[in-house]
C-alpha cells in the first residue's frame, strides 16, 4: 500500500486508552520521523471520532509472532501495528520507517538517515526474529558517561536490540580500568530502558557489590585460599564455604526484592582470577552449586527473574556430569564449544536455556584496542549461534569511544540477530546508498576494502624468548608480505579519495575522516612491527647502531598511536580509542623493545612482566635520543 502526501495529511496516530509508556513512545517517534521525511505532522489522539484513516497499535494474541516480532496489517486505510509485547510495536514502528529510507548505522541525531519522501510504503506481514536475545554490555558507564549511553540506548532500540547487560558497581581490575557502575546512573537511564522495553540484565562481575572486600577482616575464610593456603580478599569467595553462599545468596534475594526492574540477575565471579583453592573447591561444579542455592533462593521471591550463571574460565565452563542447573538459570556461555552441554542440562530440567557472551564483535578489549570492522563474520556467528539453539547474543561493547567500529558491527548484528540468511554484501551496499548515494559503488568498495584490510595480530608479543627467537617475524613484517599489506593501505586510500570526490558536499566530512582514521591508525601499526622486524635483522648482525635507530622509528609510531587513541580530539570520529585498553598492552611491545635496544639475549634477559615503571619512561627516552 502506498500512502501519498495529499492523503497522509488526513492520518492521525490513534494510541489506545490502554496504551503504555513503550505505545506512546513509539507513537512519538512515528509522528517524529513522519515529520522529517514527509514535512507533514500527524496528531496523536487517543479516540478518533471523526473516523479519520489512522496509523494505530494493536496487542496481538497472534500464534505466528514470535518474541518480540510484530505484523503489520492494511485495514481498509488504516495501517495497524501489532505485537505481543510492547516493545515489538516500537520495533515495528522502526522497521517501517526503515523501510521507507531511514538507516540509523551510526548513532546520533547527526548521524542518521532520514530522507525526503512525497509518499510512505506500507509492507503488510509478521517479522519475527532470529533470535530472542539481543544486547550489549557496554563499558564505561558512569556519570560522565550518561549522555553518551542515552544516545547508545536510543541507538540499539533503533536497530532492534532489546537487552542492556551492565554491572550494578563492577570491580575495577587495575588502575584507570573501565568503569561500569549502574547504581550511579540508574534513576537517568533506567526511563529510557523503560519507554523502550529493553530488558536490564545485572549481571557482569559486580561481585564485590553483593559481597564486598569488607568482610573479610571479620571473615577470611569466606574468601578464597591460594595454593599456599593463604585467603586473600582480591579474588573470589570461598564457594565451598557454606556460611559464604549463604551471606552471597541473601545479598542478591535483598537485591532482587529491592529492584523488580531487574529482569536477569547475574552471579558472575570476579573476573578469571583468583578461585579458591581449598580442599571443598576443589570438586567440579562447586560455583553451579552455590548459583543453585542463590537461584532456588531467588525464586521463592522472585519467580519471574531469570538467574544467570555465567559458563566462563575452566572453574565455570567445565559442565559438571552430576549437577543440573535449576529451573530459573539461563546459562551465558562464553565458549561456544560447551554450548551444546549446557543447553541439554538446562531442556533435562526445563531450565531457561543457553545464551552467548561475544568478545569479537564490539570489544575493543579483546581485540587490543584494534576491532575490526565485520560483516559476513558476524552474519556467521549469528548463524552458529542459532544452529546451537541458543537464545540470543550479547557482545561486550568495549569502549564507547570507539563507536564508528562498534556501531558498524553493531548495525550489522542487528540485521543477522532479526535474519541470520540475509546477505551481508547486500546489507552494506543498502547502508551505503542510504548513507553515500552520490557515490554508493565506490564507498561499497570502500567498506570491503576496510572489511579486508590486513591488522596486527594484537596478541603478540609473546613471552619470552626474544624477538630474535620468533621465527615468524621478519616474513610477516618485512619483505615479500610487507609489500602486500602496503599495497592494501594505499589501495583504501586511493577508493576513499574516490569516494570523497565524488560525495563533494552532499556528504559530512566527518563521515570520510573516521574511515581515513581507520586506514591510518593499522598503517601506523604495521610501520610499527616493520621496525621491529629491522630491528630484529639488525640484532643478528650484532650492529646495536641499527637497531636503535629502528626501534626508535618504531617509537615515534607508538608514540603517534598513543596520542591518536588518547587524544580526546579524536573522539568525535569514534575510531582510535579503548585508551585502557591500549596503555595496558604497550607495555608489552615496549618493554620488548627496550630488551632489543640494550641487546639482552637468553644470559642476561630481563623479567617479562604487564606493568614496569622503567617502561614508562622508555617510549619518550626513545624519541629524545
Not at 495501517?79 to 548513532?107: D, K, Q
Not at 537517568?188 to 559481597?211: A, C, T, V, Y
Not at 542463590?294 to 559442565?319: C, F, G, H, N, Q
Not at 560483516?375 to 549461534?385: A, G, S, V, Y
Request: charged residues 30%; negative net charge.
Amino acid at each position: 500500500m502506498r500512502i501519498n502526501k495529499e492523503s497522509l495529511r488526513k492520518y492521525k496516530i490513534l494510541l489506545p486508552a490502554c496504551a503504555c509508556n513503550t505505545g506512546s513512545f513509539a507513537a512519538e517517534e512515528l509522528a517524529k520521523y513522519i515529520k522529517k521525511m514527509t514535512g507533514i505532522t500527524l496528531p496523536v489522539v487517543k479516540e478518533n471520532p471523526d473516523s479519520f484513516p489512522v496509523f494505530t497499535f494493536e496487542k496481538s494474541f497472534d500464534k505466528e509472532i514470535r518474541f518480540d516480532g510484530y505484523k503489520i496489517t492494511c485495514k481498509g486505510e488504516n495501517i495497524v501495528f501489532s505485537a505481543t509485547m510492547p516493545r515489538g510495536i516500537l520495533h515495528s514502528v522502526y522497521a517501517f520507517l526503515e523501510a521507507n529510507g531511514c538507516c540509523w548505522a551510526w548513532m546520533g541525531e547527526k548521524n542518521e538517515v532520514v530522507p525526503q519522501k512525497d509518499f510512505l510504503d506500507v509492507t503488510e506481514g509478521i517479522t519475527n526474529p532470529a533470535l530472542e536475545f539481543r544486547g550489549e554490555c557496554i563499558f564505561s558507564i558512569c556519570k560522565e558517561n550518561t549522555e553518551e549511553i542515552r544516545v547508545i540506548l536510543d541507538f540499539l532500540a533503533k536497530n532492534r536490540f532489546n537487552m542492556l547487560m551492565t554491572s550494578t558497581r563492577r570491580t575495577i581490575k587495575r588502575p584507570g580500568g573501565w568503569i561500569v557502575n549502574w547504581v550511579d546512573v540508574e534513576e537517568e537511564l533506567l526511563p529510557e530502558l523503560q519507554k523502550r522495553d529493553m530488558i536490564l540484565n545485572i549481571s557482569e562481575h559486580s561481585g564485590r557489590w553483593f559481597f564486598p572486600k569488607s568482610l573479610f577482616e571479620e571473615h577470611p575464610e569466606w574468601f578464597a585460599m591460594n595454593k599456599d593456603g593463604e585467603r586473600f580478599s582480591t579474588g573470589q569467595i570461598c564457594y565451598g564455604n557454606d556460611e559464604a553462599v549463604e551471606y552471597l545468596k541473601n545479598a542478591y534475594v535483598a537485591y532482587a526484592k529491592e529492584h523488580p526492574e531487574v529482569k536477569i540477575l547475574g552471579t558472575w565471579p570476579e573476573d578469571g582470577y583468583g578461585f579458591c583453592q581449598c580442599e571443598k573447591c576443589k570438586g567440579g561444579g562447586v560455583v553451579l552449586k552455590a548459583v543453585n542455592k542463590i537461584a532456588k533462593a531467588l525464586y521463592e521471591v522472585r519467580p519471574d527473574l531469570l538467574v544467570e550463571y555465567l559458563s566462563y574460565t575452566k572453574e565455570t565452563s567445565d559442565v559438571p556430569p552430576d549437577i543440573l542447573p535449576e529451573k530459573n538459570i539461563i546459562t551465558l556461555v562464553a565458549n561456544t564449544g560447551v554450548a551444546k552441554e549446557w543447553k541439554r542440562k538446562s531442556d533435562l530440567v526445563g531450565a531457561k536455556g543457553v545464551y552467548r557472551l561475544h568478545y569479537h564483535i564490539t570489544d575493543n578489549t579483546a581485540e587490543r584496542a584494534n576491532l575490526p570492522l565485520r560483516t559476513e563474520l558476524t552474519r556467521i556467528d549469528c548463524k552458529e549461534t542459532l544452529d546451537l539453539g541458543l537464545r540470543g547474543i550479547v557482545p561486550f561493547y568495549i569502549g564507547t569511544d570507539t563507536w564508528f567500529r562498534s556501531n558498524f558491527n553493531t548495525y550489522f548484528l542487528g540485521k543477522f540477530c532479526w535474519d541470520p540468511t540475509l546477505d551481508s554484501n547486500r546489507i552494506l551496499k543498502e547502508m551505503c546508498e542510504k548513507y553515500f548515494p552520490a557515490a554508493t559503488e565506490e564507498m561499497f568498495a570502500l567498506f570491503n576494502a576496510l572489511v579486508e584490510l590486513p591488522r596486527v595480530n594484537q596478541f603478540i608479543p609473546p613471552p619470552w624468548k626474544l624477538w630474535q627467537y620468533w621465527p615468524t617475524l621478519e616474513k610477516d613484517y618485512d619483505g615479500e608480505e610487507y609489500e602486500k599489506i602496503t599495497a592494501a593501505m594505499q589501495n583504501a586510500y586511493s577508493l576513499l579519495e574516490k569516494a570523497r570526490t565524488k560525495c563533494g558536499e552532499s556528504v559530512d566530512e566527518r563521515h570520510f575522516i573516521s574511515a581515513e582514521k581507520f586506514i591510518e591508525f593499522q598503517e601506523n601499526m604495521f610501520e610499527s612491527w616493520h621496525c621491529r622486524a629491522l630491528a630484529v635483522k639488525a640484532f643478528r648482525k650484532n650492529d646495536a647502531q641499527t637497531v636503535r635507530k629502528h626501534i626508535a622509528d618504531a617509537a615515534r609510531l607508538e608514540e603517534k598511536m598513543k596520542n591518536a587513541v588518547q587524544g580526546q580530539d579524536e573522539k568525535k570520529y569514534g575510531v582510535c580509542g579503548a585508551w585502557i585498553d591500549y596503555e595496558f598492552f604497550i607495555y608489552w611491545r615496549v618493554q620488548l623493545d627496550k630488551q632489543l635496544v640494550e641487546m639482552r639475549t637468553e644470559e642476561n634477559k630481563l623479567p617479562f612482566v604487564d606493568m614496569n615503571p622503567e617502561v614508562e619512561l622508555f617510549l619518550p627516552a626513545m624519541l629524545n635520543n
